[in-house]
């Protein structure tokens, strides 16, 4: 699987970063976001909530598991699975109806469910090093053909900076 690395330097990088992917998202797709707590998870998300037209408040859904927001041009549905015990929990909250469904899924915290991840996931890690200063995160995304047609270079402002 092949992988490109993201550099941001500030939320508002991180932000426009998610922005981004969720304006070229796909009805169907999956994105699996990992970092340890106060990495950006939440600022990510509500970037890509943006860019799929979703308006208002997204928050994680740490305690509710999933929360669905709808009003964009595809719903969302978005997973804190930080609180799951074990893959088998998901069935209680019909995971498979949303993750193949026609919206696009984002679920925090997926390596707690890796072994019902579907094959096709875009994986997203967002990291912390501090001595880059306190704002800077390095975002790796893996999968569906490193997302080539997601975060073309050409496109690229000086939003946040890229390495292969």
């Not at 890509?48 to 208002?56: H, N, Q, S, Y």
């Not at 001595?131 to 946040?160: C, H, N, P």
Request: with cysteine; aromatic share 10%.
């Amino acid at each position: 699987m092949e992988k490109k690395m993201i550099e941001t330097s500030s939320p508002a990088q991180t932000y426009a970063l998610g922005r981004e992917m969720g304006e070229r998202a796909r009805p169907g797709q999956v994105f699996c976001l990992d970092g340890d707590l106060g990495a950006g998870k939440t600022v990510f998300t509500q970037g890509f909530a943006e860019g799929l037209g979703i308006a208002g408040p997204v928050n994680s859904p740490t305690f509710t598991i999933l929360q669905v927001y709808e009003g964009g041009r595809l719903p969302l549905y978005h997973f804190d699975v930080y609180r799951i015990g074990d893959a088998a929990e998901m069935d209680e909250i019909g995971y498979e109806e949303y993750v193949y469904g026609e919206g696009v899924s984002l679920i925090e915290w997926s390596v707690r469910i890796a072994e019902i991840l579907p094959p096709s996931a875009v994986h997203i890690e967002i990291a912390r090093e501090p001595e880059k200063g306190f704002d800077y995160r390095r975002i790796t995304v893996k999968g569906e053909e490193r997302l080539a047609d997601m975060l073309q270079t050409e496109k690229r402002s000086d939003e946040y900076k890229e390495e292969l």
